[in-house]
């Protein structure tokens, strides 16, 4: 079966500009999982969403960070306008449904770069 | 909040060498244990987990790992490691109630030299 897609793979701006991350999960795959993961540390929760619901977003930046699951299906990440500190990879992951033992399929990530 | 520790931030390991890979969580309640691994140039992918029963749990490519509820400890293990095995790895909880997202310790890298 087809993976977790994402794009772009790495993508480059300058502070205070936008920029958008898109994720397609795993066919069938009620949650998607946005994570953070600046180097040399382990990724970081950023948003959960249970089909187009948002099930867990405690950790998302919202004065800047901003995530969309239109049918459920496909999401988008964007930050609006970017920071130094926002230079990190960003995952894109998906399960099956929602038990704790669930396993997540993890995506390739996007590489932002902020200068 | 619960969180990981991983102690070993980089191990440089020769072929044929035996692997153990310390990880702590800070949770008092029923958790969901995980290793993930990054290999080179690609993305995480699932080494092994642990949610019930049996406390030591066999993953893919030869690994293991031991949950030790009173030491709060998952540390993962191989016998003999490869060349092949050198990759970041990553320990993760996840907590039985409440958030279902992954909390990740901040990763080992393991070197192995031919």
């Known amino acids: 079966e087809a993976g977790v897609a994402q794009s772009p793979r790495y993508k480059i701006i300058e502070k205070r500009q936008s920029v958008a991350f898109w994720c397609n999960p795993i066919?069938?795959?009620?949650?998607l999982y946005w994570y953070q993961q600046i180097l040399g540390q382990g990724p970081k929760l950023l948003i959960q969403?249970?089909?187009?619901?948002?099930?867990?977003d405690s950790q998302l930046p919202k004065d800047r960070f901003s995530a969309e699951r239109l049918k459920g299906v496909d999401s988008t990440l964007k930050i609006q306008p970017a920071k130094l500190e926002d230079s990190a990879v960003y995952l894109c992951?998906?399960?099956?449904?929602?038990?704790?033992?669930?396993?997540?399929?993890f995506g390739p990530g996007t590489r932002l770069t902020v200068l | 909040a619960q969180s990981v520790s991983q102690h070993n931030h980089h191990v440089i390991l020769s072929e044929a060498a035996s692997l153990e890979l310390g990880c702590n969580y800070s949770?008092?309640?029923?958790?969901?244990l995980f290793w993930y691994v990054q290999y080179p140039g690609q993305h995480l992918q699932l080494l092994l987990k642990?949610?019930?029963?049996?406390?030591l749990v066999k993953g893919i490519k030869g690994f293991e790992a031991e949950f030790i509820k009173s030491k709060f400890s998952f540390n993962l293990r191989k016998p003999s490691v490869q060349w092949s095995d050198t990759a970041e790895y990553f320990c993760?909880?996840?907590?039985?109630?409440?958030?279902?997202?992954?909390?990740f310790g901040s990763g080992t890298r393991l070197q192995v030299q031919p």
């Open positions: 066919s069938g795959h009620a949650t």
């Open positions: 992951a998906s399960s099956s449904g929602t038990s704790p033992t669930d396993t997540q399929y």
């Open positions: 642990y949610f019930s029963g049996d406390p």
């Open positions: 949770y008092g309640g029923t958790v969901n």
């Open positions: 993760a909880v996840v907590m039985d109630t409440g958030r279902r997202a992954l909390t």
């Open positions: 969403f249970q089909n187009n619901g948002v099930v867990d």
